[in-house]
């Protein structure tokens, strides 16, 4: 029984050993794990200091950066001192220079687009040249317009339809309005009338349903016109309202134009007379024309058929009191206001684009100007352009009603 014991306790023992032994080696890895978690403390702690110093010497250039920018603040405001101490002369200059450069930089930009657009007109220009002098037209002393045919008329406006050899049909048509644009006024400054259709704006204002004659219900000297009677329109304000839509009288009747612009075109010689009467109307704000400030041309559209497409030129008419102004060898009449009025307008206007056009054949209906034609002294503004011939001959008839004389035609 003893030696049982004693092995027993000596087995334990062994165990406890074995035991004891694991546990030390547990221990020495720990401690391996710890002198290397160490290592890597003391490690990252140098890294740290790096940094630190790293951090250390750029808040130093930061610093000097600041330095160095604070330096430059204050040689700025020094500067700036000085520059408000500077002479208002010197100062006047400086800006007036700018202002040069400015102007200048605007007048580039303006010649470079007169310039592209005279190109696009070049073309145009030179094919009116050859229609209008490869035809050999007889001028006529006094043009017949429009107006005054259908003012002499026993059916006139209003009873248009009483005609018995008008036929008409009732039509759809997008309509769109002429107006003078921004650019019309420069385009004049510049004494480019030739770029006058730059100058218009085209908006559109709706359709409208009219009834449209079918056949010329007057035919004048140039042209020939036909009477449309609105009957609704998206625009009130054309509700009931008569238009005449005017076509270049030609051997054969016209089915109207393929392009806008064609139709656009037609009204260049109202839209310019538009534009040189509000211009002079603006000169003469001092000289008390007030009392005519009522008179202006009729509003002017472009009429889109929706049944064929085609595009037609329109003005806006309404009977009223017919007067004629001038024209060819009519002699003006003087000593009545109006008269005296108009003749200021056109002999004045002439001078303000450099003589070099004229308006002629002025006469109203009411409070409105119609059928006047301008003339160049090369006679290719449009296709109404009645040449050198009627420009001297209308200055000529003016100076002697005005007592007033041309700079360069004598």
């Known amino acids: ?245 005017r076509e270049l009288k030609q051997g054969k009747l016209s089915q109207g134009y393929l392009k806008k612009t064609e139709a656009v075109q037609q009204s260049l010689n109202n839209m310019i007379c538009q534009a040189l009467f509000e211009r002079f109307t603006k000169r003469q704000e001092s000289q008390g024309y007030e009392e005519f400030n009522i008179f202006r041309i009729q509003r002017q559209f472009v009429l889109k058929s929706l049944k064929t497409n085609y595009f037609y030129y329109c003005e806006m008419i309404e009977e009223g009191e017919f007067q004629k102004f001038n024209g060819g060898n009519m002699e003006p009449i003087i000593n009545l206001d109006l008269e005296d009025f108009i003749n200021f307008f056109i002999f004045d206007s002439f001078q303000d684009i450099n003589e070099e056009l004229v308006v002629s054949h002025l006469q109203r209906v009411g409070y409105y100007f119609h059928d006047m034609i301008v003339s160049t002294l090369i006679g290719v503004f449009s296709q109404y352009d009645q040449g050198k011939q009627e420009v001297m001959q209308t200055i000529k008839n003016l100076e002697k009603a005005l007592g007033f004389a041309s700079m360069t035609l004598h």
């Open 1 to 245: 029984m003893r030696q049982s014991v004693s092995f027993k306790e000596t087995t334990q023992l062994q165990l406890q050993i074995s035991t004891l032994q694991q546990e030390i080696q547990i221990l020495t890895q720990e401690n391996q794990s710890l002198k290397q978690q160490l290592v890597t403390l003391q490690k990252q702690i140098t890294i740290i200091k790096q940094s630190e110093d790293g951090l250390q010497q750029k808040v130093i250039e930061y610093e000097k950066l600041l330095q160095e920018q604070t330096m430059q603040t204050q040689k700025f405001q020094q500067l700036l001192i000085q520059v408000q101490k500077t002479p208002n002369q010197q100062q006047q200059l400086i800006l007036q220079l700018v202002e040069e450069k400015d102007k200048l930089l605007d007048e580039f930009k303006e010649k470079n687009w007169i310039y592209k657009k005279t190109i696009n007109s070049y073309e145009s220009m030179m094919g009116q040249v050859k229609i209008l002098y490869s035809e050999k037209k007889e001028k006529r002393p006094v043009i017949l317009g429009l107006m005054e045919g259908l003012m002499s008329q026993q059916y006139q406006i209003k009873n248009w339809k009483q005609n018995p050899k008008i036929k008409y049909e009732i039509q759809e048509f997008e309509i769109m309005e002429i107006k003078i644009g921004k650019h019309m006024n420069k385009i004049l400054d510049k004494k480019l009338f030739f770029l006058a259709h730059e100058g218009l704006q085209i908006d559109s204002i709706g359709k409208i349903i009219g009834q449209i004659s079918l056949e010329p219900n007057v035919e004048g000297d140039l042209q020939v016109g036909y009477i449309i009677e609105i009957q609704n329109a998206d625009d009130e304000s054309l509700k009931s309202k008569f238009l005449l839509r």
